[in-house]
């Protein structure tokens, strides 16, 4: 079977056969050396029990197992709030994104960035829309990555206070980070403490899963990447890593059967991300908006993140499949508000209008993505600012 899912997940990423053709990155286009990577990637996950299977109960599990004064922060906050997409208390919050970060580096191959750029030596680094920090602390660890002596490590959000509160690891820099909104201007950030502009000054400017937050067009997707690119210095490299937001059925590429839960949930996103005006394919266009912002040497590589009975014929443990699994469905929580505000899937065959509707949906679809597996479509793209 494993032999199976692998032959599906290399014609799924290679772009050859599911629904559409994808063209080839160019090899290599910054003549960066390479170097043999591991056979057996290192995947070091973060030590703590598995979270519950529902997220309606996850809030209630950490208030009762949570010790730390961090913690304990982070539960006492307000929910997260992106425009109209609505996330759970800042505690869930952080631990979603943690171990999201964890599912998505074991499905890349333990590839934090696209694989040309993994021997390249960034001195000052900014993560935008950095979240708890995990990006940056395990970029700075990492043993794939060739680190200078000094390594300057900056994060940027709308919301800082999961990366503010997180505890040092003890061994990796602690993030500095500072709040600020991608789609304003790089030129109005300072430097804390100094009063220095940070616009020019970064080696590498790294952005991750921004399909829910940014819209699409010049005010969205396109004018926040123009101010990504404002923070790098001359050579510097912008990274962008996004999802197109449709599922494909693990179950039904093998047996042929059509999927009505993963079908259901794909029209939930269209109908979501069109009333917010959000990009669905935003994976499939970040090549064009790193073109569209002046960078040369553009290109891209996509990977499959499997879920449920997918990750499971890969080889992925009970643990992991779990934790990825309550990541995607916490996602998926965040669609709930303009999916009902845009009128819901009404109709006989419809997921229905009610927030119970919706809820009971999810239970379906967790049900399907252990039993028949999901997959879903991540790309990697850079391009370099002249």
């Keep these: ?108 191959n333990d590839h934090l960035l696209h694989p040309d750029l993994q021997t390249h030596r960034f001195r000052k680094i900014l993560d935008v829309g950095c979240g708890t920090g995990i990006w940056l602390r395990d970029f700075a660890s990492s043993s794939f990555i060739q680190r200078p002596r000094s390594m300057q490590l900056h994060g940027c959000d709308l919301d800082t206070r999961m990366a503010r509160m997180m505890p040092s690891d003890g061994f990796t820099a602690t993030p500095r980070v500072f709040k600020h909104d991608i789609t304003a201007s790089a030129s109005s950030v300072k430097s804390q403490g100094h009063g220095v502009g940070l616009a020019g000054s970064y080696d590498l400017v790294h952005a991750r899963l921004l399909v829910f937050a940014l819209k699409k067009g010049e005010a969205g997707w396109q004018k926040a990447v123009r101010n990504m690119a404002a923070f790098l210095k001359p050579g510097g490299i912008l990274h962008l890593s996004d999802l197109n937001a449709v599922g494909y059925s693990y179950g039904s590429t093998i047996s042929g059967r059509p999927s009505s839960n993963i079908g259901a949930l794909n029209r939930i996103s269209r109908r979501a991300l069109s009333f917010v005006n959000n990009d669905l394919y935003a994976g499939d266009h970040l090549e064009t908006y790193l073109a569209g912002a002046n960078l040369r040497n553009v290109a891209s590589q996509r990977f499959c993140i499997p879920f449920g009975r997918a990750a499971k014929d890969q080889g992925w443990s009970d643990v992991e499949i779990e934790r990825g699994d309550q990541t995607a469905l916490k996602a998926f929580v965040g669609l709930k508000r303009p999916f009902l ?37 991540f790309v990697m793209a850079y391009g370099q600012k002249s």
């Design 341 to 377: 505000a845009a009128g819901g899937d009404p109709g006989p065959n419809g997921i229905g209008i009610t927030s119970d509707d919706f809820d009971a949906f999810l239970i379906r679809l967790e049900d399907e993505i252990r039993d028949e597996g999901m997959l879903l479509e």
């Design 1 to 108: 079977m494993r032999a199976v899912v692998e032959s599906i997940i290399a014609t799924f990423e290679s772009g050859s056969k599911l629904l559409r053709t994808y063209p080839t990155a160019p090899a290599n286009p910054l003549s960066i050396p390479s170097s043999p990577l591991p056979t057996k990637p290192a995947w070091h996950m973060q030590q703590h029990g598995p979270v519950e299977a529902l997220p309606e109960r996850i809030h209630q599990h950490r208030l009762r197992t949570t010790t730390t004064p961090q913690q304990q922060y982070l539960l006492a906050q307000p929910p997260l709030t992106l425009g109209q997409l609505h996330f759970p208390a800042l505690s869930s919050e952080a631990q979603r994104l943690n171990d999201q970060h964890h599912a998505y580096r074991r499905a890349c």
